[in-house]
């Protein structure tokens, strides 16, 4: 569970049933078991107004346990980056009354939220759960470039190569955290580098 | 004291009946300035020098925002009521020199919203005439819904139509015209805001049906200025002040700390903005509580009170002021 530190910060919840007339699931992972135990609250039909999208892990767990939820559509993808023109037609002929709920990893959360929020969504009335890893998405802010699944503390830029302070601070626009040169004064000075995202 | 709001000196410009309960008000500075910018949704409290008395009553802005030459402010006569309106639709004359507030808004546009969704009932019209003017002017996506009693209580109702054409959608009463509310709520493309702004009852209405048909609450935008209702007189000790005051019946309790010399914050003196939240110390009696602004449990708990539109009746109260 990620820790509130500064305001930008996100800090994710626990999924909850909302009222609507359709639900749009988008979840990598272990995020597959946020859905899950929601479902256990649900009302009964909950997932027949319902879309999940599914992005499994390497190991390929849990499409059956989505599946035995039995939603209106389910729909596996092999990353973020495949489903996007999926979720962005989804999102274009949407409707108010269309919930989405988010469950995974930082990144995929991220993400998706980025989308959402283009396409009218407030980001407080998305419903989010972080589940796995805590590995970040993160914006050199010096070249730009985003490095994804940080894991260590400081991290390589994989643009520029610069090696770069992973801050908590966090943009909702870029879908990622704040990288900065960690020793910009002088560049032989490499700190430790540990794991601190796992 | 009205908390972050300087006085604005003013002199009545025009005065224009509008239909037989409404009638407009135009206001420019005396000193023929241009008047403070405000958005569409900001309301101004007009000081009402009624001979002894003087009533603070909020009204929302209705011209074009693009606009600040002068204010303008429609007044729905209400017989019954506490005496504002009637005081400005019989003694504010053209030439009348008076004070306003300078404009708040409780009542904002989300300029981030894909579509603006608003619905609109008799008097609660007026907000939505300064919105659909700045969101005109910026070639926004809205869309009206306005019922009113009949055609000719329709106040404003051809204006807009001729301004904004299809974009108006009226329901009258008296032709048993209603809002499909289900099925319009149900059809707005995603990122709709929607803005709803008339009577209690529609405005619970609208919310309650928004709310179940998956609208968020961070989507749904409502003003209601309850006006302060009048009720039995009480008796109130403010703790602080070290004062014990009757409140009257035709008086608010914000009123009567007013005239007893206290001066607490307020900012829209409806039950909506939250600036006059009082502590209440000890009370033996209930609380006749009418805002929008405190939660249930807060209601429940007997240790707060909204004092610009909320009463009590009992034996004692002992407010922290």
Known sequence: MAAKTIISRPIYGTLSPQ????????????????????????????????????????????VGALEALKPAQFHQAPSFASLLPRLKQTLTNAHMGLRLYLAG?????????????????????MQTEHRGSLARRMQCVHCKGITENVTTQPATCSHCGLLLLVRDHYSRRLAAFQGVCINAEDRSEIPPIEEAFP | ?????????????????????????????????????????????????????????????????????????????????????????????PGLEMVISYPVNLFSLDLRAKKHLM??????????????????????????????????????????????????????????????????????????????CGPAGMINWVRDRAASLGWPSEAVHFEHFAAPQPGLPFDVTLAVSGKTIRVGEQQSLLEAIEAAGVDPPYLCRGGVCGQCETNVISHDGKFIHND??????????????MPCVSRFEGKSLVLER
């Not at chain 2, 972050?4 to 005396?30: A, C, M, Q, Y």
């Not at chain 2, 929008?292 to 009170?305: D, F, T, V």
């Open chain 1, 19 to 62: 009222p609507g007339k359709h639900h749009l699931f988008l979840a990598d992972a272990d995020g597959a078991l946020a859905i899950v135990d929601m479902a256990k609250t649900a009302p009964a039909g909950f997932f027949d107004g319902a879309e999940i999208v599914f992005i499994p892990g390497p190991d390929g767990k849990h």
């Open chain 1, 105 to 125: 990893t930082e990144g995929l959360i991220g993400q998706a939220m980025q989308v959402a929020l283009e396409a009218g969504i407030d980001h407080t009335s």
């Open chain 2, 1 to 93: 004291m009205s908390t972050g709001t300087t006085k604005l000196d003013v002199v009545v410009s025009d005065v224009v009946p509008v239909n037989e309960l409404v009638t407009r008000f135009h206001f420019r500075r005396r000193d023929g300035e241009l008047l403070p910018t405000f958005s569409g949704g900001a309301h101004v409290v007009v000081e009402m020098r009624d001979g002894e008395r003087t009533r603070l009553n909020p009204y929302s802005l209705m011209g074009s925002p693009l606009d600040t030459r002068e204010y303008t402010i429609s007044v729905r006569r209400d017989d019954v009521g506490r005496g504002g309106s009637l005081f400005m639709h019989r003694s504010v004359k």
């Open chain 2, 119 to 196: 619905l609109a009932g008799g008097i609660g019209i007026t907000p939505f005439m300064a919105q659909t003017a700045q969101l005109a002017g910026e070639g926004g996506n809205f869309e009206l819904h306005y019922t009113c009693r009949t055609a000719s209580l329709g106040t404003y109702a051809d204006v807009l139509r001729e301004r904004y054409d299809r974009r108006i959608r009226l329901y009258h009463d008296d032709r048993e015209e209603r809002i499909d509310l289900d099925r319009l709520l149900s059809t707005q493309p995603l990122g709709t805001h929607l803005y709803v």
């Open chain 2, 292 to 305: 929008h602004w405190l939660s249930e449990e807060e209601h429940r708990s007997g240790k707060k009170i």
